[in-house]
């Protein structure tokens, strides 16, 4: 699926962290729209695509001269206080036309230049082994947190069909980890997942976060349910994973091999 490109100039870049954000002190989105159009994203249901008309995922905005405006904002921001970004909150910055356009590497650069307090770098996409030479310099001032719904392909493919395959996610990790840039892998929303998972991410990680639609999606549930997610865990049989409890699962086998300091759930994990 090829979305709809269309480029625009944006006045402002920062946004203030408000919602399960608020523990950062902004948000930054490179793109607005998002190409892997997850089928459990709650985005969808947002201002900025209800009004936009089109469906979800067929879409993307590239915010051009992005890296000028942010500069400029994080300068201003930095003489206020203290500055805690959150990238991405209603994207992913790492879309597949990011490739070309690289307008989150200049973001990235910006920040190398003039570094906020805190970076928190949330994609599912292993593009971002690209701009391990500019994550390097911002030091232990970032942390990537990968995506990793569950180690099942067939399972990714269902659920979110446009967004990377798994093995690809998990060997970004590696490098993330070779390279001594902070990582986590972030199971959320859990999926179904095996019991090899836990054995999988050991090597990679030393920081886990679990996160699931019922405490994660900002309305205990409500907002996945009309989505209609759960009748794809009826489509393949496993609506048993669609319940309030079904994160302990995940976060027991995980107990077996990462000790306790190292799993953080729901708003922990991704707190600065
Ligand atoms: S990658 Fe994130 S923002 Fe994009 S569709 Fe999936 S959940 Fe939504």
Known sequence: MKPEYTTKVPKTILTKGNGF??????????????????????VRQMPIAVFRGAEWGTWV??????????RKELQRAKAKGPVTIFMSSSTDP??????????TRSL????????????????????????IDV???L??????????ETDLEHIRKHFSPYAPPIPARLQTLELLR?????????????????????HLLRPLVNRVCIDDFFMGDGSGGKRTMRLG??????EIGMEQWYHPTAWRIVYDRMRQVFPEEQLAVNLSGFSP
Request: proline share 8%; charged share 20%.
């Open 108 to 131: 990235l650069e910006a920040m190398a230049d003039d570094p906020p307090d805190f970076l928190f770098l949330q994609t599912r996409s292993p593009l971002v082994r690209r701009d």
């Open 139 to 148: 030091g232990d001032k970032v942390r990537v947190s990968m995506t990793i």
């Open 21 to 42: 954000l608020s523990g950062y002190s902004y948000s930054l989105n490179p793109y607005a729209g998002c190409s892997f159009g997850c089928s459990y994203c709650y």
């Open 229 to 234: 997610v759960q009748s794809l865990y009826e």
């Open 61 to 70: 905005d590239i915010k051009k001269d992005a890296a000028a405006v942010l």
């Open 178 to 198: 070779d390279a001594d840039i902070p990582a986590q892998a972030t199971i959320a929303p859990v999926l179904p997942s095996s019991e090899q998972f836990p």
């Open 94 to 103: 790492y879309q597949p036309v990011e490739h070309k356009e690289r307008i």
């Open 135 to 137: 994550l390097q310099q």
